[in-house]
């Protein structure tokens, strides 16, 4: 694929992403009611990611992670409504539901390839922990102290390692590819070598973003998920400023 079919990106200042969360924000307050079900939805999911742990602790750190992995689809509907927002409306969950109807091909690839990666990060995850864990483990407390203070310390950077080198790899394809799919005709294909291409071309812009996001989520956990109510549109919203600042898309046509 020629350079000439993928859209340019544009260069942005080191404070561009303090920007979008201001706009980000501005369009949370709008449409409040429809933003934050995209909260409530993965906070629940997150607190299943917990429960699962329960059940069978080996797949908690795949689980939980990789559900975070698939974050740029579930935050379709928040793109939707900043869209349909700029434009002048004053959408509501009706512009949520109808963004997830309508769907597209590319669009629908992209959340495969998420899922994907997020159900190869949970096997890895699983496999790590099963050839490196000598000690039964049968509970939630009894994991996270074997993996934060006993004999798990070096497995457990390992696994961050990878964790981070996988999150840096899928932040780079997705930083902008799910909005910028919602919004344009266009290939999956060049939608994600235009993301990998906004994040090359802005390294310290994109780094700061990328913190900022894990971040955020680190501050939800935290909270046992009650973050992610707000933190999950804010971001989600966030990333389609982030998008319209970020890439050149006007040569392809707008979708409907």
Do not use: C, K
């Not at 909260?39 to 997150?46: D, E, I, K, R």
């Amino acid at each position: 694929m020629s350079d000439n079919h993928i859209p340019a990106a544009r260069a942005i200042g080191i404070g561009a992403p303090l920007t979008w969360l201001a706009r980000g924000w501005r369009d949370m307050l709008a449409s409040p009611l429809a933003s934050l079900l995209h909260g409530v939805l993965v906070a629940a999911g997150g607190w299943g990611a917990v429960w699962l742990g329960q059940q069978a602790w080996l797949l908690l750190p795949g689980a939980f992670s990789g559900f975070l992995l698939i974050g740029p689809i579930l935050a379709t509907g928040l793109y939707e409504l900043s869209r349909r927002r700029a434009a002048g409306a004053n959408p509501g969950v009706g512009a949520v539901v109808a963004a997830w109807r309508r769907g597209t091909r590319p669009l629908v690839g992209l959340g495969l390839l998420l899922f994907g990666a997020a159900s190869a990060w949970v096997a890895v995850s699983a496999v790590m922990f099963r050839l490196y864990v000598a000690q039964p483990i049968a509970t939630l407390e009894a994991f996270l102290r074997y993996a934060l203070a006993e004999q798990g310390t070096t497995l457990f950077w390992l696994w961050m390692l990878a964790g981070a080198l996988g999150s840096a790899l899928v932040f780079a394809v997705t930083a902008v590819s799910a909005p910028l799919l919602l919004d344009r005709r266009i290939g999956l294909a060049a939608a994600v070598l235009a993301s990998v291409r906004a994040v090359g071309d802005n390294p310290l812009p994109m780094a700061l973003w990328a913190a900022i996001i894990m971040l955020l989520t680190g501050l939800s956990m935290a909270t046992w998920m009650a973050g992610f109510l707000v933190s999950v549109p804010l971001l989600g919203h966030a990333t389609w400023h982030a998008y319209r600042d970020l890439v050149d898309a006007g040569a392809w046509p707008v979708r409907d």
